[in-house]
């Protein structure tokens, strides 16, 4: 969703990554692209754990980027 053709073609929402378990497949998986400044980031992860975390809040400025998360959230989600 993060190209615009693509996003418009096939109907898609804004979103940042998305869990294979969305899919329906059951794996701990998944996609996420991160564009910056610059360029796009593009990561697959495969049995992530958390292995830290940051103290300095993050949001997306258009709101929620979770396909499984139908309404719109205002606010920092």
């Known amino acids: 969703s993060q190209d615009a053709e693509l996003a418009e073609a096939n109907n898609l929402r804004p979103a940042v990554g998305i869990a294979a378990i969305q899919l329906g497949v059951a ?5 996420v692209v991160v564009p910056n400044d610059e360029d796009i980031d593009e990561y697959a992860l495969v049995n992530p754990r958390i292995i830290s975390e940051s103290v300095q809040r993050a949001y997306l400025k258009n709101g929620e980027g979770c396909l499984s998360v139908e309404k719109e959230h205002e606010g920092i989600v």
């Open 27 to 31: 794996k701990r998986m998944l996609a």
